[in-house]
């Protein structure tokens, strides 16, 4: 049973929250990764569908989409910039959620700020705030909630986007709590969608119940104010081990600065990473002939592959979540590309080696947990002259210049090369203004 006194708590924390320098500069970090994902989503092929299904849902338009030309209601904004955002599986992950933050978080900030004119500080003291919220319930819930099956960043979002908003937005205890318990009522996604069009909707419609949910509560309306609490509460209905870890540690240090936010350096789960890297450090290190490759076997902690749902991928979409295809582009074009995985089929040279990669779980190995020190993979190549070759990766490198991603992602343009410098020292309404009409940009 959940402590009766963890949402009462968490509503003061979220409430009295101040954060510093440091948790703000990894807040425009994660503004710029997040931008960086959202422009080179905007063509991905799940986002006109969305936009058709949609069919111009009515509103104030007041709220700017990214890569569009127009504005529309700000609960459209939020769901369409949540799903851009998370498209290519390039955004970024925090080892607490278990799942990807700023995509959920981001949008639906963005929306309310344009709507009510709040300033960029205020958003990113927002975000930080949304950000620990959701890493401290995802601390809650500890790892098997991914393992029952859980998508975080769809379940665990609603919480973020609807702290974060409520704290932007001035509610007060009451209207907090509220928010809270509106967020958690509609928190649903399951993993099984991983590899499909559903799996970035997951980030929108988290991102458009968060900020819904403090809508609601601003407008008044009712809701359960003890979210969290009591054995038909969110942690524990879904599966909380540690519910007091909500709200330990609140801000010390900030969840955004550590263990902070990961930023991909491939557009494919991050569970693939240690294996890409791998890959790639082989391939750079001995020239593998792809030819000459008989076989290659990726090991894992129990767990480290559960995102990794496919191992024969046919499109390059699918290829994002199947550490085989990841591990066979790594060899064939020593290079791991934004193209590779897009949603086109799997070239027949990368679909004839994804076929020779094997997994294995180390059963030594303490099981994957929220310690990043848990993770990590072992990539061994046996070719055809009889030599093996083996490389460990315990900590996958991150991209390490955000702004160079940005411009690879996001193309050139008077107003997207400004982005970049917008997000590093943005304060104002104008600053915020400025970057919406980037948003709109063509």
């Known amino acids: 049973m959940a402590d009766p006194s963890i949402t009462a708590e968490l509503v ?4 009295s929250s101040a954060p510093g320098p440091e948790a703000i500069a990894a807040a425009r970090d994660g503004v710029l990764d997040f931008l960086a994902c959202a422009f080179g989503g905007v063509g991905d092929r799940a986002i006109a569908p969305l936009e058709a299904a949609l069919g ?3 509103g104030a338009t007041t709220a700017s989409v990214i890569g569009r030309g127009e504005r529309v209601a700000p609960l459209t904004a939020a769901l369409l910039n949540g799903t851009i955002g998370h498209a290519l599986d390039y955004d970024d992950v925090q080892r607490s959620v278990g799942g990807h933050p700023s995509t959920v978080i981001l949008p639906a900030l963005f929306a309310l700020a344009e709507e ?3 300033t960029a500080e205020a958003l990113l003291d927002a975000y930080v705030v949304g950000v620990e919220a959701m890493a401290r319930i995802g601390l809650a819930l500890g790892r098997q909630h991914y393992e029952a099956g859980f998508h975080p960043t769809a379940t665990l979002g609603p919480v973020g986007a609807a702290a974060a908003t409520a704290f932007l937005a001035g509610l007060d205890e009451a209207g907090t709590a509220r928010a809270l318990g509106l967020a958690v009522t509609q928190s649903a996604g399951l993993r099984l969608q991983f590899g499909s069009d559903a799996k970035p909707l997951h ?3 988290a991102a458009r119940a968060g900020l819904f949910a403090t809508r609601l509560a601003l407008a008044g309306f009712g809701a359960a104010e003890t979210a969290f609490d009591g054995p038909i509460g969110f942690l524990a209905v879904y599966g909380g081990a540690e519910p007091g870890r909500a709200v330990e540690g609140w801000g010390q240090p900030w969840q955004i600065v550590s263990p902070g936010l990961i930023f991909k350096r491939y557009a494919c ?9 791998a890959a790639l450090a082989l391939q750079a290190e001995h020239a593998i ?3 000459s490759v008989v076989e290659a076997t990726v090991t894992f902690a129990r767990g480290g592959d559960a995102a990794l749902t496919v191992r024969r991928p046919r499109t390059g979409l699918e290829g994002r979540f199947s550490v085989e295809y990841v591990v066979a582009a790594a060899l064939q074009d020593g290079r791991l590309g934004l193209d590779l995985f897009a949603d086109a089929p799997v070239r027949p040279e990368l679909a004839s080696l994804s076929a020779r990669v094997e997994r294995r779980i180390d059963p030594d190995a303490p099981p994957v947990s929220n310690d990043p020190a848990t993770r990590f993979s072992t990539v061994e190549i046996r070719l055809a002259d009889g030599r093996t070759l083996s490389r460990r990766i315990d900590r996958p490198l991150p991209a390490d210049d955000l702004a160079a991603k940005f411009r690879d992602a996001a193309g050139s343009g008077p107003e997207r090369d400004a982005v970049p410098e917008i997000v590093r020292t943005m304060r104002s309404r104008d600053d915020l203004a400025a970057l919406f009409a980037a948003f709109r940009a063509a």
Do not use: T, V, Y
Not at 12 to 15: A, C, G, P, S, T
């Open 56 to 58: 111009g849902e009515g």
């Open 269 to 277: 789960c991050s569970a693939s990473h240690f294996a890409a890297d």
């Open 203 to 205: 980030a929108g419609l």
């Open 116 to 118: 009510q004119g709040h």
């Open 12 to 15: 003061k924390l979220i409430r």
């Open 289 to 291: 002939d792809p030819a």
